[in-house]
């Protein structure tokens, strides 16, 4: 079993910068991708960025340029650094692990952008 572990989010103005952070433990498979989905209510949950165990990134469109997702392989850990916010960037935010066997989501955290 893997288990995810989110820490971060919050509320933050518009243009504002926010952190999103998520440990992994437990049978973690050598090769994996870990990132970062989110959902807006009302919306399906959306890839926001992923990046595999050697470093290759994915990111949507709509955050290219100001999101800039991160892993420590020694620690488990993949984080996301969100900049530039907009009002349209609020959603739950949930990381992710995959390898060839399972899929595990963290239980959400929720980032608000709002004057």
């Known amino acids: 079993q893997v288990q995810l572990v989110e820490s971060g989010g919050g509320l933050v103005q518009p243009g504002g910068s926010l952190r999103l952070s998520c440990a992994a433990s437990?049978?973690?498979?050598?090769?994996?991708?870990m990132g970062w989905y989110r959902q807006a209510p009302g919306k399906e949950r959306e890839l926001v960025a992923t990046?595999?165990?050697?470093?290759?990134?994915n990111y949507a469109d709509s955050v290219k340029g100001r999101f800039t997702i991160s892993r420590d392989n020694a620690k488990n850990t993949v984080d996301l650094q969100m900049s530039s916010l907009k009002p349209e960037d609020t959603a739950v935010y949930y990381c992710?692990?995959?390898?060839?066997?399972?899929?595990?989501w963290g239980q959400g955290a929720q980032v608000t952008v709002s004057s």
């Open positions: 992710n692990y995959k390898d060839w066997a399972i899929q595990r």
């Open positions: 990046i595999t165990r050697g470093g290759i990134t």
């Open positions: 437990g049978s973690i498979f050598s090769i994996n991708t």
